[in-house]
């Protein structure tokens, strides 16, 4: 089984579900087309990871993943610097925003796709908040510039969903889907 993914998170993650594994991270444009609705987005994006690396090793079991926050219908992808993810946290306070997850699983006999959506609400951040936060450097590698098993956890005011998609990886999904398969 591979995980196409250099993330630590979902590494660990995956180590709860199965401990048969390596990594081998995925590189494709991560760019959203056109008119593509955020759901679209995710799960091509994590078909495309999973494709990328079954060309590699069509044998084996090939987990691609993606997560994307998701406010008002618009994408928050990672802050490409400190304002931007400034202006990401600012427009997620006090605001419930969406968490979007997506697994293609890809075995030598089908694909399985499953997308996880979870609302998250967010307490109202002050400045000093937001600045804090944006210091320790937890944010600059985070889709919608927050990472909610760190230090933005105290942000978090109320989760509808599983809370180990939005940080990387459905678990309970791909434990369900490998006792299916016997794997």
Do not use: W
């Amino acid at each position: 089984m591979i995980l196409a993914s250099a993330s630590p998170r979902r590494k660990e993650l995956l180590s709860f579900v199965t401990s048969h594994f390596t990594i081998s991270p995925a590189d494709i444009d991560e760019t959203v087309s056109v008119d593509e609705s955020p759901k679209d987005y995710v799960s091509r994006m994590a078909r495309e990871k999973a494709k990328e690396i079954v060309k590699l090793y069509p044998n084996e079991t090939v987990i691609g993943c993606d997560t994307t926050v998701v406010l008002d219908n618009n994408i928050m992808g990672k802050p490409i610097d400190e304002k931007d993810a400034y202006n990401m946290l600012e427009k997620l306070s006090g605001t419930t925003h969406k968490v979007m997850t997506a697994v293609c699983v890809i075995t030598p006999e089908k694909i399985y796709e499953h997308i996880e959506v979870v609302d998250v609400l967010f307490y109202d951040l002050d400045e000093q908040d937001i600045t804090g936060y944006i210091k320790t450097g937890e944010p600059m590698d985070k889709a919608g510039a927050y990472g909610i098993q760190g230090k933005a956890s105290v942000f978090v005011k109320e989760i509808k969903g599983d809370y180990f998609s939005i940080v990387g990886l459905p678990v309970g999904y791909l434990n369900q889907l490998f006792k299916e398969l016997g794997r």
